[in-house]
């Protein structure tokens, strides 16, 4: 037998959403289906437990008056200025540059130092060494971020604590452990 | 006073044959005036953009569209209507000083939600609001046929309403948010700032303390 719904497929199973391939478990398993059965007793219970008594109309217009007087005397948040809308995104441009440049210099490991005269720098700057992928994907990076509004970038650049688990929850398992190798493989080098 | 969008119209009172009188509702207070009827049609974006722009009767519309919400969310808090009725007074101030920065990322429902939810749960840490006793169930007409039924759901209710009370806050608002206000788990991932996942284990795990607390 397959493994147990998890927490998240109880849920969707209540709502009458839960993936094919888990009905299958669930046709099967006495164990979930029993689970869901009091999962649905106790959604009526408290479905019928807490009606909200409804306000006279004489309340609202009583109400919204009183909002409009608390209201009267405060100053709306201003809209923030454009350069503190920008420093955000400026600064997770930067960091995410710096990730990335980052993640090169550890992926590329220690080496000789090259000299190289300044004629070369500045072409090497200029055009990425199409021989090298890490240099290619970084350029690719900084032109399609500054393609960007400054908005997009920020959205992809300063995740939300809870972002990486959103992500992680949309690989397929082939991924989770292709990022497995790679966390291990990174981890490895560090060490 | 005003006339609202929801409350539109004369008073129901029939003057007797004869008289000469105009009934309606009082005006509101000199220098004060009814949203203009652009606004009252416009949609939630146009009225943040209008209160940005100046327009302070564009956040009356706005009360007057969502009070009924956010104070039912407050109401399922704090269990009483004074409280809810004061705390979800707070919520519209809160809004109004923090309207400028709201970014239009969800809808202002949502975000009026993330306002109210945030209120709430600051409400409950700093005060015990007071649960509703058994003795406070509606009085039952026990000339009805089925009064033992009746007083058995109110009594079960009211157990009920007692245990949700005691759950976890981010427990208690994702239930309240999922089955009272009926919120996909999208929108209460958007209101409470957590993934989807995450919305639905916290319900499951309210479900699951919900359960323990009612068979104890």
């Known amino acids: ?26 046709a099967a398993c006495q164990t979930c289906r029993d689970e869901i059965e009091q999962l649905r007793l106790l959604m009526t219970d408290v479905e019928a437990a807490a009606p909200v008594p409804q306000p006279s109309p004489l309340f609202w217009d009583h109400f919204s008056d009183r909002v409009r007087q608390a209201t009267s005397n405060v100053e709306p948040a201003a809209r923030p200025a454009w350069w503190a809308q920008t420093w955000r995104p400026l600064a997770a441009f930067a960091g995410g540059l710096a990730v990335v440049v980052l993640a090169v ?3 590329s490991g220690p080496g000789a130092p090259v000299p190289v005269d300044s004629a070369t720098a500045s072409v ?10 890490d240099e290619l994907a970084s350029e690719m990076f900084v032109t399609i971020a500054s393609a960007l509004p400054w908005e997009d970038v920020e959205q992809v650049a300063m995740p939300r ?9 949309q690989l397929t398992p082939a991924e989770r452990e292709q990022l497995a190798r790679w966390l291990r493989a990174g981890i490895g080098d560090l060490e | 006073m005003r006339v609202g969008t ?5 008073l129901p009172w029939q003057a007797p044959a004869g008289w000469n009188v105009s009934m309606t509702r009082p005006d509101r207070p000199s220098g004060e005036q009814a949203p203009a009827a652009d606004l009252r049609e416009a949609d939630d974006r146009a009225l943040v953009e209008a209160f940005r722009s100046g327009r302070r009767d564009a956040f009356d519309v706005i009360v007057d569209r969502h009070r009924r919400h956010v104070y039912q969310l407050c109401y399922r ?32 429902g949502t975000w009026l939600y993330r306002v109210g ?15 509703e006793p058994i003795e406070a169930m509606p009085r039952v007409d026990d000339r009805a046929a089925d009064a033992l039924d009746q007083v058995m759901r109110e009594e079960r209710a009211a157990e009920v309403r007692s245990a949700i009370a005691k759950l976890p806050p981010k427990q208690r608002a994702t239930l309240t948010l999922r089955v009272y206000q009926e919120l996909s788990h999208e929108e209460i991932a958007q209101v409470l700032g957590s993934s989807v996942g995450a919305v639905k284990a916290n319900f499951f795990h309210a479900l699951g303390n919900l359960r323990r607390l009612l068979q104890s």
């Open chain 1, 161 to 169: 604590a809870d972002t990486v688990d959103n992500l992680i929850e």
């Open chain 2, 6 to 10: 929801e409350t539109a119209g004369a």
């Open chain 2, 117 to 131: 939810v945030n209120a709430c749960l600051n409400r409950l840490a700093m005060k015990k609001v007071d649960t």
């Open chain 2, 77 to 108: 808090f704090v269990s009483n209507h004074e409280d809810a009725s004061d705390l979800a007074q707070d919520v519209f101030v809160r809004a109004f000083k923090g309207l400028g920065n709201f970014k239009g990322d969800s809808s202002l």
């Open chain 1, 1 to 26: 037998m397959t493994q147990h719904l998890s927490p998240q497929e109880f849920v969707e199973s209540l709502d009458s959403t839960l993936a094919t391939d888990r009905l299958d478990h669930l």
């Open chain 1, 105 to 107: 210099v550890l992926r």
């Open chain 1, 124 to 133: 090497a700057m200029a055009e990425p060494d199409a021989s090298n992928p």
